[in-house]
């Protein structure tokens, strides 16, 4: 069952670099912003720890979300997310508004399928790099996927599987497609390890071994 995020925001009349250090400081909560909708954007904070705690669940970050503020709900999805430079906290969230009508830009994340089971790498010894771990799609809200799976199974040694293989729900696309083949970018491929020597040319060495003696 898909789970639902609801995340509690407060009105936010200071701004500045003085007011977020406050706000950070002495109420434990980060500045961030609703904007998008046809709508004024809408400064507003939210509890640090909150939120920090749904970052640690990955459909976070590909699910329309609930705000809650001053008793009205509003639809959205997380755009940007600024974290501090080298200490474990967050120091700003960007929501954008939704509109169920509208199309929606969000980076999905992309999970390998059958990677213990695919021949090329359970039989001969491959290994599936992983070129991109998420992919920007275009769709309705109500057609956002969690993640979008890619399935090894058939994937054969040295083989790539590009953008253009990946299989999508109904309803969505991947806009860089629609810009030519050459943004077509490789997702996750089989190889050899380095190091590790192919049926082929673990033959040719054996032939080269036989004619120096």
Known sequence: MSQDFVIEAFPRDDQGRGASRRLRREERKIPAIIYGGHKDATPISIWHNELKKALENEAFYSRVLTIELNGEKESVILKDLQRHPYKPLLSHADFQRINKDEEIFVHVPLHLVNEETAPAIKTFGGVAFRLMTQVEVACLPENLPEFI????????????????????????????????AEHDQAVVTINKPKGVKTDAAEDEDEEEGEDKQ
């Open 149 to 180: 799976e890619i399935d090894l199974f058939d994937v054969e040694m040295d083989g790539i599987v590009h953008m253009s293989d990946l299989k999508l729900p109904e309803g969505v696309r991947i806009p860089a497609l629609q810009h030519g």
